[in-house]
């Protein structure tokens, strides 16, 4: 009974997660909308919403018995009704606290390690709300535009209830999807029947070979049975039910694969949610983020109510959490630069999702801030060793800004908890690859930046061009193939150390296959003559035509505006095949997009062409030095500055367990003089320390010429943005925040810089 008991309750568990986050992000968007300032006739209306929203939430919670969810939407509810009745005016630092409440309930839904101080949170709201009330009386709402604070702790990226194993649907859709599921009865009926009929036609070839095996005997031994009167009459039946058996398989085939079809498109429909399910999380984090920075941004979101399959917005959401986050971070300016640059104080960033042709989608991310500096990429490609100084000086404007997709290169000044990392536009790449899609970024000095993203709708089965090279089997999307077609050697020329041929009026580089990806020509396929004759389209193959001359079969491949020939050694044709992704390790294999089940139930590797023009386009690495130098072979050596014996401790003990030497000191003042005695590769230090401060010790070696390009981190309990900016402004390389300190982050940054 127990057990019975349990499942219902966590059943009623999943249904009330989905209620609570519609509930959480409606909440927000409604906070949100009285942070921006409203009329008071308006205002009140949002505010009577609030209070429903929250009175709602608190039966729900109450109903599967979470009581910390219950005392915080009390308490919210208590205070909006004082509010809408008139008997305090909502200030802008109780705004604050609500946002404060619902972020409380959040973290409690979200279970797992959340810790939420429910006393403490609903004593900020009282306070708040007392505040408000000997401040302005009789009001429901006050005129006053809500005014900036003091910063939140940083914000973290947008999250919101955890995604339960339920989901909610249109009985509509499901009624649709059952409808489907009922047309394959009639196959299911069908295959039935043929079993029986295949049955009794191998019964009656089986007799009809026995009949002649006797014949056969009988002329052999001279007793006269003439098998031509037992046999032709039943091999007639046998042949006239054979065809009667594949002519109901062809038609049994189509009804098949029309059923199939139909209950896939279905389920992909069901699979559809609108944008607005990953839009809506960003309003909170761009408030945040623009508050922590001091800065003022305008939200925009465009294209919400689209609908777009799931899995597309669920690998998309933490691409577009980094270009939010550079858009505000790296793009807008300060209030007062912008001024000065004749914008207006507030910045503005718009994230647009439209509809394209081909079961396409375009994601738009845009922002009028400063625009991306190509000096400032170049430059940080030279210190981060992926450009000499003589080659960014050659560099073109294009070439410059692909530069930004590296992982590891970064313009941020320093490194904080939300940027200066050089991941984010990396990330982002692997992710619009990944769905076989493509990025392009426009940048105006001082403008802005727009970065556009075209993906697919929705994930549907996979089509491929079949194809063989290095004896295995490959496919290529057939969305990426313009052409299959029959070259000659003479067709093949050289321009710069690279095969070309005249396609199209224009040259068109080629590579063989097996080349590209590491593997032997299959002997003897170079001159077999497979492929097209001229130039045909995929889908209607022709047999070969006999020619006296070795031929290639060349598919041309496209990816985003670039165009290759691929050498193959047989072109299969198209298929259309189940996709199975790559699992861990094999999560990102290069060349390889994920792999395919055909018909005959081998499995085949879908091939990825941005990654086959990126192997073309690369040039040959040069070798490795026999002799690692000496800077190399050293052993590093990090200074670790705090005067906390704890923390020394801990961070030395970390230090020496990854492999650096560590020598510790107690202050800045002790700091200065190993520096100026010793040689070291790093500095971690503390900020607030007696006799010198991290800030006062980061300037002295800055300031110093010998110890000025020694990378130094600061690690500090010190998380304002004024703080932050005079690490920017003393000289720090990074800047970590002993609330959100991670170890595996600090190592990341240690090795990065030295």
Known sequence: MASKNDDIKARLLAIFRVEAEEHLQA????????????PPAEAREVVEATFREVHTLKGAARSVSLMDVEALCQACESVLSRVTRGDIALMPSMLN??????????????????????????GNLEQAAGEAGNRDQGLGVSDQKPTLEAPSPTPQPPSS????????LATGKLDALLLQAEDLLVPKLAAEERVREVRSLVETLTRCRTAVKAGVRGQGSGTGTDPQSTTPDSLRSAEAQAQEVLGQLLRDQRAIAGAVDGMLDEMRRMRLTPA????????????????????????????????VDRKVLETMKEPLIHLVRNAIDHGIEPPEARAQAGKAPRGRVAVTIASLEGNR????????????????????????????????????NDQALDLIYRSGLSTSPIITDVSGHGLGLAIVKERVERLEGQIHIE????????????LPATIATFRGLLVRAGGQ???????????AIRITPEDIEHVEGREVIRWNGHALSIARLNGLLGLPQEQGSGDRGQGMRGQTSVSEPRSPTPDPRPLHACVVVRAGEERVGLLVEEILGAREVLVKELRPPLVRVRNVAGAGLLGTGQVVLILRPTDLLRSLR????????????????????ILVVDDSITTRTMEKNLLEATGYQVRVAVDGIEAWTLLKSEEFDLVVSDVDMPRMDGFDLTARIRADRKLAELPVVLVTALEAREDKERGIEVGANAYIVKSSFDQSNLLEIIRRLI
């Open 27 to 38: 909440l927000t968007t409604n906070l949100l909308a009285l942070d921006r300032g409203l």
């Open 97 to 122: 606290r609500l946002h404060d409440m619902v972020d409380g309930v959040a973290r409690l839904l979200a279970g797992g390690e959340a810790r939420v101080a429910v006393r403490e949170l609903i």
């Open 161 to 168: 209830v955890p995604q339960a194993d339920t989901i909610r």
């Open 276 to 307: 607005s399910t990953v839009l809506d999380l960003f309003p909170r984090m761009v408030r945040d983020l623009a508050r922590e920075q001091g800065k003022e941004v305008e939200w925009v979101a465009r294209g919400a109510d689209l609908e």
């Open 361 to 396: 989608i375009e994601i738009r991310v845009e922002e009028d801030g400063r625009g991306i500096d190509l000096a400032q990429v170049k430059a940080a490609a030279i210190r981060t060793r992926l450009l000499t100084a003589e080659d960014a000086q050659t560099l073109a």
């Open 443 to 454: 940048t105006r000095a001082g403008a802005g930046t727009t970065v556009r993203m075209i």
């Open 473 to 483: 089997p490959f496919l290529l999307p057939i969305e990426a193939v313009e052409r």
């Open 618 to 637: 690369e040039r040959p690495r040069p070798p490795v030095p026999s002799a690692v130098p000496e800077e190399e072979r050293r052993q590093k050596v």
